[in-house]
């Protein structure tokens, strides 16, 4: 079956939204998603950090972690394990939002990435093992061969201030 990212618009035929007409195109992956970020300690970060620094909060069984927005307008999606649990934690700069869910998808875990798609103005990310389009607002597959399947969101993936966070 053919990739949903390489589908003209006029064959996309396994979709749940008007994306046919919706979706705007950017680069494929012009914003290249962090993998397994590496983290420095709160103590060494209160100091590069400012309190007012823009953050995306993310904690899961007890583990906590600070995306750092600036960071985050350049790869919009990171693929992690936070608590144990394999997360992408997303952040769209056109709306400003963001939102965490579980990579798990039918018991196998994946990665996304950033489609170079639009849709209500906001990112639409791709599973790299089916390449089917997942809207950001809600964490539904929208267009391909998992189109109607929704991501588990059980985590709170919320903007504050770095002062906050700590």
């Not at 583990?63 to 927005?69: G, H, L, M, N, S």
């Not at 998808?105 to 849709?119: A, P, Q, R, Y």
């Not at 990112?123 to 998992?146: I, N, P």
């Amino acid at each position: 079956m053919p990739s949903a990212l390489s589908l003209p618009r006029s064959s996309l035929n396994r979709s749940l939204t008007s994306l046919r007409s919706s979706l705007a195109a950017r680069l494929r992956t012009g914003f290249l998603p962090l993998e397994d970020p590496t983290f420095l300690d709160v103590a060494e970060t209160v100091s590069i950090l400012p309190g007012e620094e823009a953050v995306v909060a993310v904690v899961i069984n007890g583990d906590a972690r600070a995306y750092p927005v600036r960071a985050m307008i350049w790869h919009e999606i990171v693929n992690d394990t936070v608590g144990g649990v394999p997360v992408s934690v997303t952040y769209c700069p056109l709306c400003n939002s963001a939102a965490t869910y579980e990579r798990t998808i039918d018991g196998n875990i994946t990665t996304f990435g950033t489609s170079g798609k639009l849709f209500a103005s906001a990112l639409v990310m791709y599973d790299r093992a089916t390449e089917s389009l997942w809207t950001h607002f809600d964490g539904t597959a929208v267009v391909g061969l998992l189109a109607g399947t929704q991501l588990t969101c059980d985590f709170k993936g919320s903007l504050h201030r770095f002062g906050e966070f700590v």
